[in-house]
T-cell receptor, first 109, second 111 residues
Framework: KNEVEQSPQNLTAQEGEFITINCSYS?????LHWLQQHPGGGIVSLFM???GKKKHGRLIATINIQEKHSSLHITASHPRDSAVYIC???????????FGTGTSLTVIP | NAGVMQNPRHLVRRRGQEARLRCSPM?????VYWYRQLPEEGLKFMVY????????ESGMPKERFSAEFPKEGPSILRIQQVVRGDSAAYFC?????????FGSGTRLTVV
């Protein structure tokens, strides 16, 4: 059983829409990461969160430690945002990440 | 600072051959992690190494797979006698004070 659940699995949006991707996890963590993977491409780390909220450009990530839930928001979405977005957590060991299966986002012009 | 460098980007091997995947961590990073992404599946941890030490290899298949991170040079993930099921994207990451950085991956195709 994957201990990280992401929703939705697939998401199609019109350019300019506000997008939310959700991530729920079931264990105590030291940090949660949001990653971006373009088709055939490498992985880019977007955010590392242990509490609260972080913003970078049009991307906003929030985490609620008590509810074991995080969200990634994209404002004014653009076709270049089309990618797979993955949440991953570090279970306090520092040894490895556990990954969600990803949300595949397609932004249509 | 070139980031985490993985090579080759694409690797094609025939069944039974050996595959060697290389990962050079970010400058100043001494921790290396290998992950595998099978087609249509999420990323899975394989192994965590520090210089000359394997710290956690709980995600490594028991046979044919090995990893090293020598004192000098890149980390190597070695797959002996490859089979079609080894076809996947293999990602390396390194960590240091400022966090975690992923490489672009090596896509292994076994034909």
């Amino acid at each position: 059983k994957n201990e990280v659940e992401q929703s939705p699995q697939n998401l199609t949006a019109q350019e300019g829409e506000f997008i939310t991707i959700n991530c729920s996890y079931s264990v105590g963590i030291s940090a949660l990461h949001w990653l971006q993977q373009h088709p055939g491409g490498g992985i880019v780390s977007l955010f590392m969160l242990s509490s609260g909220k972080k913003k970078h450009g049009r991307l906003i990530a929030t985490i609620n430690i008590q509810e074991k839930h995080s969200s990634l928001h994209i404002t004014a979405s653009h076709p270049r945002d089309s990618a797979v977005y993955i949440c991953a957590y570090d279970p306090n060991t520092g040894n490895q990440f556990y990954f969600g299966t990803g949300t595949s986002l397609t932004v249509i012009p | 600072n070139a980031g985490v460098m993985q090579n080759p980007r694409h690797l094609v091997r025939r069944r039974g051959q050996e595959a060697r995947l290389r990962c050079s961590p970010m400058k100043g990073h001494s921790h290396v992690y290998w992950y595998r992404q099978l087609p249509e599946e999420g990323l899975k941890f394989m192994v965590y190494l520090q210089k000359e030490n394997i710290i956690d290899e709980s995600g490594m298949p028991k046979e044919r797979f090995s990893a090293e991170f020598p004192k000098e040079g890149p980390s190597i993930l070695r797959i002996q006698q490859v089979v079609r099921g080894d076809s996947a994207a293999y990602f390396c990451a390194s960590s240091g004070y400022y966090g975690y950085t992923f490489g672009s991956g090596t896509r292994l195709t076994v034909v």
